[in-house]
């Protein structure tokens, strides 16, 4: 099973950016679609984008498209994050994980499709 390690977390203004990495380990994380979801204080995980293995296929969650981009680098076994103009309510632990499938499908924002999970990474938002 894939082991992930998220990094990239932190304090920032309204309006900055944020670059977060996801490191994984122990798998084949180059044969498996790959996620970002998020989670504030009371609140459901939520999906935030998607993308799947060989054809790098993204999908976002509206509040975020236009302002982060997903990507990866199968040689590196890493997944990104860039976080742009960033709001309050953006605020969450940030979690990566990847799923037993290698396109993204349809219900990609329904974190229990996903198998293998990091540890997550704090972001915070100030206004």
């Known amino acids: 099973q894939v082991q992930l390690v998220e990094s990239g977390g932190g304090l920032v203004q309204a309006g900055g950016s944020l670059r977060l990495s996801c490191a994984a380990s122990g798998g084949t994380f180059v044969a498996y679609a790959a996620g970002w979801f998020r989670q504030a204080p009371g609140k459901e995980r939520e999906g935030v984008s998607c993308?799947?293995?060989?054809?790098?296929?993204?999908y976002y969650v509206n509040s975020v498209e236009g302002r982060f981009t997903i990507s990866r680098d199968n040689a590196k076994a890493t997944m990104y994050l860039q976080m742009n103009n960033l709001k309050p309510e953006d605020t969450a632990v940030y979690y990566c994980?990847?799923?037993?499938?290698?396109?993204?499908?349809?219900?990609?924002?329904?974190?229990?499709?996903?198998?293998?999970w990091g540890q997550g990474t704090q972001v915070t938002v100030s206004s």
């Open positions: 993308i799947s293995s060989f054809d790098g296929t993204t």
């Open positions: 994980a990847t799923g037993p499938f290698g396109r993204c499908p349809s219900d990609w924002n329904n974190y229990h499709r996903f198998r293998s």
